[in-house]
């Protein structure tokens, strides 16, 4: 498709049990971003993959959230243990860039996950 | 840390009002503001974007303002129609191009509600 995709759109988990979450970016874009968001919050930035640099994981709130993306394209969250605080809806964007200038961050519609 | 943050959580205007929605940023080095609009349920949608070297942009009956010196960044909306409800989210992108090791930083977000 021509935008983010994210799958799956729901998920459920019981708690301590791992999860992983997909991104498709659009084609071409070199930059990925992770976001979380609870219900009612902003976007909490996650992690942020940029062509072959290594990532930036500062916004990974425990060592139990860990991200990969393969061959600069498909990437994927996983939560190790999952814990109920975990349930949020995490989202995904990717971005291109022109030249020196920076560009808006296209979204997915997101994942949500519910740790029961 | 340095953070966007937005004035008001919730604002309610008569359909067809113009709305003005704003935020504070406190990154003077943040030099690419994107406001977005989310309705429930969904991904960010971008709205429209300005860069530092600017102080305003148009764009189809959205404004937005930039005033460096007060660190501030505001959304206007005309004649406000009932599918403009949704939260708004301002962000910045700050440092180098390409973000660097910077993801996008965005605020807890307005709850626009646009009353018949």
């Known amino acids: 498709g021509a935008g983010v995709s994210q799958s799956p759109s729901n998920k459920v988990t019981e708690k301590g049990k791992d999860v992983e979450l997909r991104c498709d970016p659009i084609?071409?874009?070199?930059?990925l971003y992770w976001y979380r968001q609870s219900l009612g919050q902003g976007l909490e930035f996650l992690i942020y993959f940029q062509g072959n640099s290594a990532p930036d994981k500062s916004g990974l709130p425990s060592d139990r959230f860990s991200a990969e993306r393969t061959g600069g394209s498909v990437s994927t969250l996983t939560i190790q243990r999952t814990q109920q605080e975990d349930s949020a809806v995490y989202l995904c964007?990717?971005?291109?860039?022109?030249?020196?200038?920076?560009?808006?961050?296209?979204f997915g519609q997101g994942t949500r996950l519910t740790v029961v | 840390g340095e953070s966007v943050g937005l004035h008001l959580p919730t604002l309610s205007v008569q359909e067809g009002d113009n709305s003005i929605i704003n935020c504070a940023y406190s990154n003077s080095a943040s030099d690419y503001f994107i406001w977005y609009k989310q309705e429930s349920g969904k991904g960010p949608q971008f709205i429209i974007d300005?860069?530092?070297?600017?102080d305003k942009r148009q764009g189809q009956r959205v404004t937005v303002l930039l005033n460096k010196t007060v660190k501030h960044l505001s959304l206007q909306i005309a004649a406000t129609q009932p599918g403009d409800s949704a939260v708004y989210f301002c962000?910045?992108?700050?440092?180098?191009?390409?973000?660097?090791?910077?993801?996008?930083?965005f605020g807890k977000g307005t709850h626009l509600i646009i009353q018949p």
């Open positions: 300005i860069r530092s070297n600017m």
């Open positions: 084609s071409g874009h070199t930059a």
């Open positions: 964007a990717s971005k291109t860039h022109r030249g020196l200038m920076n560009t808006e961050a296209f």
């Open positions: 962000a910045e992108n700050r440092g180098k191009s390409g973000g660097g090791a910077d993801g996008l930083t």
